[in-house]
């Protein structure tokens, strides 16, 4: 067996050992039947509880990763077109998506260390353009978007809201009530800490869908769900292991999350600092969660991906020409605050 790691990439992370428990206890078992459709059940029900939205939203799950609740949400909410604010990969992300399904789509590009301006996003749209898309937390960068900012200009223009916030949700304040989406796309295996092959998304109810997609078809998946069946063959033993990460979030509460996280990624910062490393990004646009450093002079990253490796620490490169400049450290998951202040010691040692 291998040796653990500390994770410190953006998911999949470290999870509590009853969600590895719950993984290896679930029994084989039958998704059409009781003991599954039960259990899909209560993982619904836990998740608007978890977020205080059950009220006015519905769970939809989805087998696959982050990436494949956010193909059926940009698969089956927009009516006619889409703008997609893409200040990074998963900004990306979605307009591609958008293009696979043959929606009208266009991209307004922001500059990977910078916010879109609510007046830019104005200017940027056009009549076929019903939806506006936008990345929560952009993990490219470990850039925090101004979703609100975003969420009152579609309300101003009349546009429907749909946000990927596969890296924020549990990790960040998202308040429901302010913005008012259409749809929020999430993944069981990054902030809410459970294990990667399910994704969800929370639908605003009485939000119209369109079919674009056999399996990503978000009308079917719901009115499958709401009926207490499933349309295709679910990760069961993931979805018992997502129920167990989702008893521990309500344990400890969304807003004790972000604070645990919170706690992180100052004590990373603050000891980046001591040993003199340039953040890619001002405090201001910083998540809870991942902190984006640029490499030091004569140091590249395979130097300090591998010496923290040796000290029991996953650390992630940069994404596209970031790669080359700049490395992520991401503080999702179950990591002690002991462990935590070892991150700097492990750091100023890979990089001497």
């Given at each position: 067996m291998a040796d653990a790691f500390t994770l410190l990439n953006p998911g999949p992370i470290n999870v509590h050992p009853k969600v590895r428990a719950a993984l290896a206890d679930c029994p084989d078992q039958c998704h059409r039947e009781r003991e599954y459709l039960d259990m899909q059940a209560r993982v619904r029900a836990k998740l608007v509880d978890a977020f205080d939205v059950a009220d006015n939203y519905d769970a939809v799950l989805v087998s696959g990763s982050g990436t494949a609740g956010m193909e059926m949400m940009v698969?089956?909410?927009?009516?006619?077109?889409?703008?997609?604010?893409?200040?990074?990969?998963?900004?990306?992300?979605?307009?591609?998506?958008?293009?696979a399904h043959g929606i009208a789509v266009k991209v307004l590009k922001v500059d990977w260390l910078e916010r879109p301006s609510p007046e830019a996003v104005k200017t940027a749209l056009e009549d076929e353009h019903d939806t506006i898309a936008v990345v929560h937390h952009e993990t490219?960068?470990?850039?925090?978007?101004?979703?609100?900012?975003?969420?009152?200009?579609?309300?101003?223009?009349?546009?429907?809201?749909?946000?990927?916030?596969?890296?924020?949700?549990?990790?960040?304040?998202?308040?429901?009530?302010?913005?008012?989406?259409?749809?929020?796309?999430?993944?069981?295996?990054?902030?809410?800490?459970?294990?990667?092959?399910?994704?969800?998304?929370?639908?605003?109810?009485?939000?119209?869908?369109?079919?674009?997609?056999?399996?990503?078809?978000?009308a079917n998946q719901l009115a499958k769900q709401e009926a207490g069946g499933t349309p295709f063959t679910p990760a069961i033993q993931v979805t018992a292991a997502f129920e167990a990460a989702l008893d521990l979030l309500i344990e400890e509460t969304v807003a004790g999350?972000?604070?645990?996280?919170?706690?992180?990624?100052?004590?990373?910062?603050?000891?980046?600092?001591?040993?003199?490393?340039?953040?890619?990004?001002?405090?201001?646009?910083?998540?809870?969660?991942?902190?984006?450093?640029?490499?030091?002079?004569?140091?590249?990253?395979?130097?300090?991906?591998e010496r923290m490796r040796e000290d029991g620490f996953v650390i992630y490169a940069g994404q596209g020409d970031l790669g080359k400049t700049a490395f992520r450290i991401s503080n999702m998951g179950q990591i002690s605050d002991e462990r935590v202040a070892e991150i700097g010691v492990s750091l100023k040692r890979a990089i001497s």
């Open positions: 698969s089956s909410v927009p009516q006619r077109g889409m703008l997609v604010i893409d200040n990074g990969v998963y900004g990306d992300r979605l307009a591609q998506m958008a293009d490219t960068t470990g850039m925090l978007n101004d979703v609100e900012e975003i969420a009152a200009v579609a309300r101003e223009t009349g546009r429907t809201l749909i946000v990927d916030s596969v890296s924020g949700l549990a990790g960040e304040a998202f308040d429901f009530d302010r913005i008012q989406p259409a749809a929020v796309c999430c993944t069981a295996n990054k902030c809410i800490e459970g294990l990667p092959g399910v994704s969800f998304v929370l639908l605003r109810k009485g939000t119209d869908l369109t079919k674009r997609s056999v399996y990503f078809d978000m999350r972000i604070t645990r996280y919170s706690r992180a990624s100052a004590t990373i910062r603050a000891a980046m600092d001591a040993m003199g490393l340039e953040l890619l990004l001002p405090d201001t646009l910083l998540s809870n969660t991942i902190t984006c450093a640029k490499l030091p002079a004569g140091v590249d990253y395979s130097q300090i991906h």
